[in-house]
């Protein structure tokens, strides 16, 4: 039979020493950071400028994961992720680094939400050079985005299905999202890897939506999610 008294005993003994109280401190620190950042928000940095004007090189930003708990994204929301090509390794040390952002490797992307479960997603050209993006036929107006004359030029159509895999390669579509699948965009349309590359994301692979600017002071700034009209 346990002897729970014994056991509390030499937990508190062992709490007394200093090694102990560094420990327990410690793993308190690690759980409460994990608590933090799995389930209420955390704080990153931009690091390109795939996100301009909306965000640039050097911004820091708050970024809340609760949400994600009861709701999926929004089209227009700037969403925080893991890209298909980011492969997520299980092992304790990989997934206690992720869980607690201490030398973590994997690496996020930062992009906002354009298409959503369900959507047709297309990128038309127009004589004079200027690029839209389409959902489910209609024009989709964009008022954040860095220039409309930017977009690389795409794959032709009679490829583009031989190069899906291929992320060096632009495509415009028609893409077809399926259950759980997003494309996502940068703002800076000329300059950013994204769901014209890589193909759509899933679901799983979101960690939170970016909500705030904080630093620097000049560039404070809530983000909201835009409301754009199809």
Request: with cysteine; net charge positive; glycine share 6%.
């Amino acid at each position: 039979m346990i002897n729970f008294k014994n056991i509390k005993e030499k937990y508190d003994d062992f709490n007394k020493t200093w090694w102990g109280e560094t420990i327990s401190t410690v793993v308190f620190v690690v759980v409460m950071v994990i608590i933090i950042r799995f389930f209420i928000g955390e704080i990153r940095w931009i690091p390109s400028g795939s996100m301009h004007p909306t965000l640039i090189e050097g911004d820091r930003i708050v970024v809340e994961r609760f949400s994600r708990f009861f709701t999926i994204p929004k089209r227009g929301d700037i969403m925080v992720f893991y890209p298909p090509a980011t492969k997520l390794s299980r092992k304790p040390i990989p997934l206690i680094s992720r869980l607690t952002g201490i030398l973590c490797k994997d690496v996020a992307y930062i992009k906002r939400v354009v298409g959503l479960p369900g959507d047709k997603i297309e990128i038309k050209f127009e004589n004079n050079g200027a690029a839209y993006v389409y959902i489910n036929d209609k024009k989709y107006n964009e008022d954040y985005i860095k220039s409309i004359y930017e977009y690389p030029l795409c794959a032709p159509k009679n490829i583009q299905k031989g190069l899906l895999s291929d992320d060096r390669v632009m495509k415009c579509g028609p893409f077809k999202l399926g259950k759980d699948e997003f494309f996502m965009m940068g703002d800076n349309r000329g300059n950013s890897q994204d769901s014209r590359y890589w193909g759509v994301l899933k679901k799983d692979r979101f960690i939170g939506r970016a909500v705030f600017l904080f630093w620097p002071v000049d560039r404070i700034k809530v983000l909201h999610r835009l409301k754009n009209t199809i």
